[in-house]
């Protein structure tokens, strides 16, 4: 059990560094879509490089879970960067996957968007705050 308590305390700088050395090897030329296998990988590595006392299975497992997470982490950032850019307006509704909003905002995007279009500038329902000197 104290090996994986260990495995666990490593992982809060094994997965960055795991997502570091996937977006490094990305900009090398290899293409997206074997990122998650490459990070597998990598963290596979890591395990054996870290966790040099424990045994080869527990360094595969750890390492295996270190490359998933940073993946999981990865994908998790760009789904969230990306529906805050619809929300801002930044890129139009039709360009993300309408199943990652809920159907209150792809209506409020879609009211925005309709505002825009015609020339009207949206209203902000909320009301401003008033600043006091």
């Known amino acids: ?74 994908s998790g950032i760009t789904v969230t960067q990306k529906v805050a850019d619809v929300k801002s307006g930044e890129i139009p509704l039709s360009e993300v996957d309408k199943g990652l909003l809920t159907e209150k905002d792809i209506q409020e995007i879609q009211k925005k968007e309709q505002q825009q279009q015609s020339g009207q500038t949206p209203k902000n329902d909320k009301p401003s705050p008033i600043l006091k000197p």
């Not at 260990?6 to 090398?28: D, G, H, R, T, Y």
């Not at 054996?48 to 982490?73: E, K, R």
Request: glycine share 10%; proline share 3%; hydrophobic share 50%.
């Open 1 to 74: 059990m104290e090996t994986y308590n260990e495995a666990i305390a490593n992982s809060f700088w094994i997965i960055p560094l795991v997502l570091a050395i996937v977006q490094a090897i990305k900009m090398m030329g290899v293409a997206t879509r074997f990122s998650p296998i490459i990070s597998i990988g990598v963290g596979v590595g890591l395990g054996f490089l870290v966790n040099t006392d424990h045994t080869i299975s527990q360094s595969i497992l750890s390492g295996v879970i270190y490359g998933l997470s940073a993946s999981g982490l990865y």
